[in-house]
């Protein structure tokens, strides 16, 4: 494997998404880093994840837990036979 | 004729994540907040002859939650006592410690922000909601509940690709979505 710190578009995007979750290596977050300087779409593409990132994290939202999901759908399909 | 009509047996997956959301900074209680969203449905269910279609589903049904926390709230105030804030001084280690204690915390959430946090989680509920369901139901499990990708691959049966495609368009649609909504 070849490690290059010049990606293209499509291969920063995925550093980005990849990113948000904290799944990017160091040398990965080097290389898109390096690619924004040059890049304004991804530049820009960047700085709009981020904000999702930080818009999610600050809400504090939650789903409703996935088991209780199932048991209230069984509850309802039972009243609905009745 | 109605303009509007019931589905009860989408409504486990269309509205108990807003629902829930909204329920959890009223009664401050998870387990609470399931069992009011529980009794919520099930109501809507026996009084679904009711429903005359001027309202969508989903407003419907909030009404018939704010009736259940009040309903909720009620009920925990007639256990006199239980909803009074007791704070004890006796301590004698602790002496002074309530004078720091009163002091106002810098850090401390306001009720301005909970005020706009619980406005972003609806307007980031709203936005999930035009995603199609299976788009919608990988990026909750990998955004919000923070579930490994092998875990939501076997879910799911996809391959990892196939999951970063999903969460980038989900993504993207996120971002559109809540710049004309939020940012």
Redesign the interface.
Same mark, same amino acid.
């Given at each position: 494997m070849k490690l290059s710190l010049i990606i293209k578009c499509n291969e920063a995007t995925h550093v980005c998404d990849k990113a948000q979750y904290k799944e990017a290596s160091f040398w990965e977050k080097v290389s898109l880093n390096i690619h924004i300087i040059y890049c304004r779409l991804c530049r820009k593409h960047t700085i709009r994840n981020r904000k999702l990132t930080q818009a999610l994290k600050r809400s504090d939202i939650r789903t409703f837990p996935e088991e209780q999901k199932k048991i209230l759908k069984e509850r309802l399909r039972q009243e609905m036979i009745q | 004729m109605p303009t509007q009509l019931l589905f009860?047996?989408n409504?486990?997956?269309k509205y108990?994540?807003y629902?829930?959301?909204y329920t959890?900074v009223r009664v401050n209680n998870h387990e609470v907040a399931?069992d009011l /969203?529980?009794e919520t449905?099930?109501a809507g269910?026996?009084s679904s002859k009711n429903f005359k279609g001027e309202a969508s589903e989903r407003t419907w049904l909030i009404s018939i939650l704010k009736r259940k926390i009040i309903d909720y709230y009620r009920k925990s105030n007639s256990k006199k006592g239980k909803a009074e804030v007791r704070i004890n001084y006796n301590d004698e280690d602790a002496e002074g410690d309530w004078l720091e204690e009163r002091v106002s915390d810098p850090y401390d959430k306001t009720a301005e922000d909970e005020f706009e946090?619980e406005e972003?989680?609806m307007v /980031?509920?709203e936005c999930l909601d035009t995603l199609n369901k299976k788009q919608a139901a990988i990026f909750?499990m990998?955004?919000?509940?923070e579930f490994d990708?092998e875990a939501i691959c076997n879910e799911f049966n996809i391959t990892p690709s196939n999951l970063?495609v999903i969460?980038?368009r989900a993504?993207k649609a996120?971002?559109e979505c809540?710049?004309k909504n939020?940012?």
């Open positions: - | 009860p047996e409504w486990v997956d108990s994540d629902l829930y959301n959890i399931q /969203i529980s449905f099930l269910l026996k946090n972003l989680r /980031i509920l909750k990998k955004t919000i509940d990708t970063w969460i980038h993504r996120m971002m809540m710049e939020w940012f």
